[in-house]
């Protein structure tokens, strides 16, 4: 009978396991649900607020777990989460021109013109 074991390609795609099969990271993560999350039951448990426990369970389990446990494209949420962020918040205008950017420079350097770079301002009050 033969074992097999997996022989991971790159080396960084390997998550450690360091107790009961969690990550370090989830560990922490685990940890910071006991604290926070038993905090929170017993408080509400003294304050008669007993139906609203399990709501704010979830509430407080969310964050937690996509740190911990999602890892979208092979990434870890928090680098996914930037990079969904720089790409929601750049900027969705594109100016296209019939010539490339180079035979104009040369043009413009050959016929003595200065090269002065208009705001980006100007250049849509043109297009539009």
Do not use: C
Request: aromatic residues 12%; proline residues 2%; glycine residues 8%.
């Amino acid at each position: 009978m033969a074992l097999e074991m997996r022989v991971y390609e790159e080396l960084t795609a390997v998550d450690p396991k360091i107790m009961a099969g969690l990550t370090l990271r989830q560990m922490a993560v685990a940890t910071a649900w006991l604290i926070v999350g038993g905090g929170a039951v017993v408080a509400m448990w003294l304050l008669g607020m007993r139906q609203a426990i399990s709501w704010v369970m979830v509430l407080i389990a969310i964050p937690g777990a996509l740190y911990g446990w999602v890892k979208p494209f092979g990434l870890r949420f928090e680098v996914y989460a930037k990079y969904v962020w720089a790409y929601r918040t750049r900027s969705r205008l594109r100016v296209y021109g019939n010539e490339a950017i180079w035979t104009i420079h040369n043009r413009e350097t050959y016929e003595g013109k200065s090269l002065v770079v208009r705001k980006e301002a100007d250049r849509i009050s043109e297009t539009h």
